[in-house]
């Protein structure tokens, strides 16, 4: 069985960095093919894609935060990073983990997900 | 990259069918066969219904189908049930090997 649960701050101030946990189990990310992605969703907004890190530690960020992401992994301790720099009020959302399975036929998805964790961003 | 295109809201009755687009570009849905769908109740995480297009995890209905053409992708929902209003996403894999979600439907059950 496959779970996820996020944690870390649920109150950040404005200019500081975020860093957020994803613990999981029931899978390895040592394993061919396997990946941990991050996703989060402003209140009353939709789904909005982040960053997601593979076995290999080929890692991925949106285009447009990249230059505020770093996610790294522990295989060892079942944990994915994700830190984000500078948060800024428009960050303020719940923050989700996924796992994310890859074959050459199905591609690309996020079968399992976190219960999120909302973060705030205020002074 | 600009997120997917999806109606805002969308209804039906108990027992019809109803259909949510996703309108993406060749970069996304139009190049790959990657295209997943999401259903979200209320203060509940995402729950994947299906992936890879036309894919359905196993033990979820059969209700539920996905099919694309060109650059719009589709999830039909037959025999509308109760439980099935939520809020749908559609997501793809792109060209610059990152994802996208579209900025979500509203499923009205009346």
């Known amino acids: 069985q496959i779970t996820l649960k996020e944690s870390g701050p649920t109150l950040v101030k404005p200019t500081q960095t975020l860093t957020l946990t994803c613990t999981f189990s029931?899978?390895?990310?040592?394993?061919?093919?396997?990946?941990v992605g991050w996703i989060r969703q402003p209140p009353g907004k939709p789904l909005e894609w982040l960053a997601l890190?593979?076995?290999?530690?080929?890692?991925r960020y949106s285009p447009s935060l990249k230059s505020r992401l770093t996610i790294t992994k522990d295989s060892s301790k079942h944990q994915v990073v994700l830190t984000m720099t500078n948060m800024d009020p428009v960050d303020t959302a719940t923050y989700y983990c996924?796992?994310?399975?890859?074959?050459?036929?199905?591609?690309?998805?996020?079968?399992?997900w976190g219960q999120g964790t909302l973060v705030t961003v205020s002074s | 990259q600009s997120a997917l295109t999806q109606p805002a809201s969308v209804s039906g009755s108990p027992g019809q069918s109803i259909t949510i687009s996703c309108t993406g570009t060749?970069?996304?849905?139009?190049?790959?066969?990657?295209v997943s769908w999401y259903r979200q109740h209320p203060g509940k995480a995402p729950k994947l219904m299906i992936y890879a297009v036309t894919n359905r995890p196993s033990g979820l209905s059969n209700r539920f189908s996905g099919s694309k053409s060109g650059n719009t992708a589709s999830l039909t929902i037959s025999g509308l049930q109760a439980e099935d209003e939520a809020d749908y996403y559609c997501?793809?894999?792109?060209?610059?090997?990152?994802?996208?979600f579209g900025g979500g439907t509203k499923l009205t059950v009346l």
């Open positions: 997501s793809s894999y792109t060209s610059s090997r990152t994802w996208v």
């Open positions: 996924a796992h994310s399975p890859y074959d050459i036929l199905n591609g690309y998805y996020f079968d399992y």
């Open positions: 890190i593979y076995w290999n530690a080929d890692n």
């Open positions: 060749s970069s996304d849905i139009g190049g790959y066969n990657y």
């Open positions: 029931g899978f390895s990310l040592t394993t061919s093919g396997v990946g």
